[in-house]
């Protein structure tokens, strides 16, 4: 947002940066990929024409996904004492960055269910975790002056929510962290 504001380069940089360190923490960080290609394509769609810059982001996604060469690493040395996931192919590499072990959780209910349980669920952990903030956050819609900013964080906040609300896992409430983040900012 700072970069769509000032037209920076380096913010963006550092944003491209700082998402790209994130793809090592956990798989749900992909669903900010379509808000995040929203606001460039909204905000300066040229850049992605410019060596420099489309270098420097390439340079920090490789950055951000060197960590998952540590479970090759470590499965392919012989004195490894444990594994909890052999990984010595490029294809069990793709099969461990993503979760291929919890797919059978992943997008798990109906759309039923998504609309009598999941979205209920989320309401009342909202409601129990934001309800001071929620008043501020309609005033902070109304006065957004960004359309595309706006966009931007509802973009955030439903994707995030559409992978969360469909995984079934018994801590589902961090998972909401992001969108209650949003909230905060709104």
């Given at each position: 947002?700072?970069?769509?504001?000032?037209?920076e380069?380096?913010?963006?940089?550092?944003?491209c940066?700082?998402?790209?360190?994130?793809?090592?923490?956990?798989?749900?960080?992909?669903?900010?990929?379509?808000?995040?290609?929203?606001?460039?394509?909204?905000?300066?769609?040229?850049?992605?024409?410019?060596?420099?810059?489309?270098?420097a982001?390439?340079?920090?996604?490789?950055l951000?996904?060197?960590?998952?060469?540590?479970?090759?690493?470590?499965?392919?040395?012989?004195?490894?004492?444990?594994?909890?996931?052999?990984?010595?192919?490029?294809?069990?590499?793709?099969?461990?960055?993503?979760?291929?072990?919890?797919?059978?959780?992943?997008?798990?209910?109906?759309?039923?269910?998504?609309?009598?349980?999941?979205?209920?669920?989320?309401?009342?952990?909202?409601?129990?975790?934001?309800?001071?903030?929620?008043?501020?956050?309609?005033?902070?819609?109304?006065?957004?002056?960004?359309?595309?900013?706006?966009?931007?964080?509802?973009?955030?906040?439903?994707?995030?929510?559409?992978?969360?609300?469909?995984?079934d896992?018994?801590?589902?409430?961090?998972?909401?962290?992001?969108?209650?983040?949003?909230?905060?900012?709104?």
């Open positions: 947002l700072r970069w769509r504001q000032t037209g380069r380096r913010a963006l940089i550092v944003a940066g700082l998402y790209a360190a994130s793809f090592g923490n956990h798989l749900t960080t992909i669903t900010l990929l379509p808000a995040f290609a929203f606001l460039v394509l909204a905000t300066r769609w040229r850049v992605l024409r410019e060596p420099r810059s489309v270098a982001v390439a340079g920090l996604v490789a951000g996904l060197l960590p998952y060469g540590y479970p090759l690493w470590r499965s392919l040395d012989p004195t490894t004492p444990y594994l909890s996931m052999s990984v010595t192919t490029f294809g069990e590499l793709w099969r461990y960055a993503t979760g291929a072990s919890f797919r059978g959780s992943m997008f798990a209910f109906t759309p039923g269910q998504f609309v009598t349980e999941r979205l209920p669920q989320f309401a009342r952990l909202w409601w129990a975790d934001c309800a001071l903030l929620l008043p501020f956050a309609v005033l902070g819609l109304g006065a957004f002056q960004d359309r595309v900013a706006g966009i931007f964080l509802g973009l955030v906040f439903v994707g995030h929510l559409a992978f969360t609300l469909n995984y896992i018994p801590d589902i409430d961090v998972y909401f962290i992001p969108a209650y983040l949003v909230t905060a900012v709104v």
